[in-house]
């Protein structure tokens, strides 16, 4: 991604380049489920198994838990676990920085969440840090103006589910066709 953004800054000197919000929450995403996996190496199986089951509590966030099981299964998960559960505390407070409403409350926001994440210690979640730090600009842009390619990956996965229960399409005209009868009907 570097190289794409380094050849946009040069093709494109007046661009704003716009980091989509749904990578960035997938990078901490993936930064929990990395200390999940890592804090249950050490259970027995029993547990190691309950843990694979319900990882997507975890992934999910704790306002958008539907029933109240759900809250004390996520709340037996993360007594289980330190680790675990700053890692949880962590994405939790990531993703309320991106809710921010302007870009002074961002950047009052992430500083607060870049002492969580140096206090923690957790690796992962340094190097999530690290990228974050990186693209803090591209971040920025895409809280101010609001803009994402949700649509177009919706796209993307829908066209290639389709490749993929088709098994393929010798013919790219039939292909294009249904793509497009697709992309057109409800």
């Known amino acids: ?50 843990f694979k089951r319900s990882r997507f509590l975890l992934l999910r966030r704790y306002k958008n838990l539907k029933t109240s099981e759900q809250m004390k299964q996520l709340t037996v998960m993360l007594q289980v676990s330190e680790k675990l559960k700053h890692a949880y505390r962590l994405k939790e407070t990531f993703y309320e920085v ?9 950047v009052q926001r992430f500083k607060q969440w870049q002492n969580d994440v140096i206090q923690c210690a957790i690796p992962q979640f340094n190097r999530f840090l690290n990228t ?4 803090k600009n591209e971040i920025l ?11 177009i990956e919706g796209c993307n996965n829908r066209t290639k589910v389709l490749k993929r229960t088709c098994y393929g399409l010798r013919n790219f005209e039939r292909m294009r066709n249904r793509i497009l009868y697709m992309a057109n009907s409800k």
């Open 1 to 50: 991604m570097t190289l794409f953004r380094s050849v946009v800054k040069t093709c494109f000197p007046n661009a704003r380049i716009v980091a989509d919000k749904f990578h960035v929450c997938r990078l901490a995403n993936w930064a929990l489920e990395s200390v999940r996996k890592e804090v249950q190496k050490e259970f027995s199986d029993y547990r190691r198994k309950y």
């Open 98 to 106: 991106l809710n921010s409403n302007d870009s002074n409350e961002y």
């Open 132 to 135: 974050v730090m990186e693209w």
């Open 141 to 151: 842009a895409a809280i101010a103006t609001g803009y994402s390619n949700g649509y």
